[in-house]
């Protein structure tokens, strides 16, 4: 018997061994020096424990993924992480743009996901789909309550299979048979505000942004743009090669969009072409405003002199890059430090606006749970209930209290708000009445968006002064 463990024993050591040896080269990584590193050796001993005398028999993978995942998490730095092969693929659909699927952008109204916008020519568009559809079930499953990053991902899938979706429009079911193929994800949203001034909306640095930031720039200056607002809040990074096509464009020849420094401190400066005609810009930022959005905002406030006006933005001042492992996973590092054209750092500082605006506290509303099984009614004290009585004052029907007590102003404001919406005249706070005041105060949010507002102003006296 103390034969066979001992053959046991070696037989686990060389598994141990041929398993490490084979992950290390997916990472790139020689094995010859760090079989002599003694910390390394330990990790030997402690893998071979576990093998050995752990209660459940755990799969090689696994615990060579909880390495891998304990490895990168012992940097300390929230940007650097290992992905699995799943994971990979979701992160590489993100940055990139392109996925497959339906073509329809996704909110949820606080119980289901409802269509905000559908890419042109998307197969979402050749079916009907709509602007405000409600999604109520998808391939059968009712999909109340979910997770908006499940719905997206049930509705997303192989290219040439169908996806079965059932809508509520104006009260009234809809089903749809809906082929899936792939898409872009549209990232740039551009508009004219004004006879002169243009606004440009970056939601992201994907791998085609600056071809369609240039596209959409055209295309306003051809409709008489002579300001532009460009508009990067929310905007959590990307493509540094996107985002410095797009400042290249916009600052003046030889102009320093960001420097990169490595970790040796040696540093790379990057400089602008000045491939557009130079017009008066304003950038807005908020503090989501993170990464890349971060370099396109900092490099127009300092080498293009042009104001910032939002909030402080989120301060990720590093370059990472995405290094592919042969088994399909990847590692996602932290390489370098990116500094602003005047060599400052805005790691956990942000980029500061030359005009701070506060959002205002009705744009800080959380959306109303949509889809109760009873109305709320008279005397009865709940959240929903102060989140609505909130959303009432801001829209302009008065109530006496905001507290959440559902009292006989609340019932009178309701009222007069379901009058003015078309919608029955209870005076109860049903699903109806919910799911309009959530598109009431999002079309207010845009319609009084205090920072836009801010720099239509800047540009028009601009304009006018030139």
Known sequence: MRIVRIFKWIATVIVTVAITVFTLSLLGINFSPLAKDPYFQRFIGLYQKVKQQYVHLVPNQTLFQGAMRGLVDSLHDPFSR???PAETARFQEMV?????GIGAILTSDGMYAVITQILSHSPAQQQGLR???RIMKINAQTVSGWNLRNVVMAMRGKAGTHVHVLILRNGKPM?????????VEQTVFARMLTPAIGDIYIAQFSGHTANDFARAWQNLRRQGMRGAIIDVRDNPGGYLESVNAIASDLLPKGAVIEQIESRMGKKNVFRASGAVQQMPIVCLINHQSASAAEILAASLQESGHHPIIGGQSYGKGTVQETLALTDGSSLKLTIAKWLTPLGHSITHLGVHPNLSIATPEFAKLPPLQVGYQKAITLDSVNLQTAIAQRMLRALHFSTDRT????????????????????????????TATAYQLNIALMAMRIRLDPVRLAAIGYLQKKLMAA
């Open 82 to 84: 290992y992905m699995d």
């Open 96 to 100: 990139t743009g392109q996925f497959v």
């Open 131 to 133: 602007v405000g559809d």
């Open 175 to 183: 089903q749809f048979a809906i082929l899936r193929k792939p898409l």
């Open 403 to 430: 507290d959440g007590y559902f009292d006989e102003s609340t019932k009178i404001a309701l009222t007069a708000f379901q009058r003015k919406y078309g919608l029955m005249q209870t005076g109860l706070l049903n």
